[in-house]
């Protein structure tokens, strides 16, 4: 267990960890604070002995044909096994094309604005103007070229694939604890409860004019 403890950790591994942790919130063992703290660390960890830390203490989810108590503790699956991953390499590609993209598509889309504007302009004087496009493309052009070369060299698209993981699992586990909320609050309402203050009010309002003609009643009859 020492040698494996030691392994480095891959995508997949990392993502195993954060869909356990994710249910371990739906099912009410981890607070949105734990989860988010030991989310940050799970993506952050490089072996599988910091992986394993994080799930320790959390039973493996039952399936779905057997009960939770059922589960022997020394039944926990594989990291690795827990949720199916796509091959790492067609992953990391698909993380770099959209990183890619991300950079290079509003560069794109203003180069063919611009080249679109020179084009009519040209053909309505019917002269080959001068290619003032140039000026917006090339430098642009060059400080995305550098920070895409800065960005694939130090790991900017997993960085930000991360991130946007993170934030999503965030998400997920906020949405599963607010449902959890409602439908416990649902459950403990009680049918005796006080009238809510709007319909208090209105019921106060049809009481008072019956009372003041209550009241008026034997002074005219006198």
């Known amino acids: 267990m ?24 739906d099912e009410g063992r981890l607070d949105l604070h734990e989860y988010d703290e ?15 830390a994080l799930v320790t203490d959390l039973p493996a989810p039952a399936a779905p044909a057997a009960s939770e108590l059922a589960t022997r503790p020394d039944a926990v699956p594989a990291l690795s096994d827990a949720v199916p991953a796509r ?13 890619l993209a991300e950079v290079w598509l509003p560069y794109l889309r203003v ?6 504007v020179w084009a009519v302009t040209s053909a309505l004087s019917t002269d080959l103007l ?9 430098p642009w052009g060059g400080v995305l070229l550098v920070r895409t070369v800065a960005g694939l060299v130090g790991g900017e698209p997993q960085r930000q694939a991360e991130q946007r993981e993170r934030r999503r699992e965030r998400r ?10 409602a439908a416990a609050e649902g459950n403990t309402r009680d049918p005796e409860q006080p009238l809510p203050p709007a319909a208090s009010e209105e019921r106060v309002d049809r009481e008072l004019p019956a ?12």
């Open 130 to 138: 001068y290619f003032w496009p140039a000026w917006v493309a090339g």
């Open 2 to 25: 020492e040698g494996r403890d030691g392994m480095r950790a891959a995508d997949a591994d990392r993502q195993a960890v954060a869909e356990r942790l994710r249910v371990a919130v």
């Open 211 to 222: 009372a003041s003609e209550e009241r008026q009643g034997p002074v005219s009859a006198a």
């Open 87 to 99: 091959p790492e390499g067609a992953r990391s590609s698909s993380v770099t094309a959209r990183w």
């Open 172 to 181: 997920r586990a906020k949405r599963a604890r607010k449902r959890e909320l």
């Open 111 to 116: 180069i063919a604005i611009v080249v679109t």
């Open 38 to 52: 030991r989310l940050q660390r799970a993506y952050a960890s490089r072996t599988y002995g910091e992986l394993d």
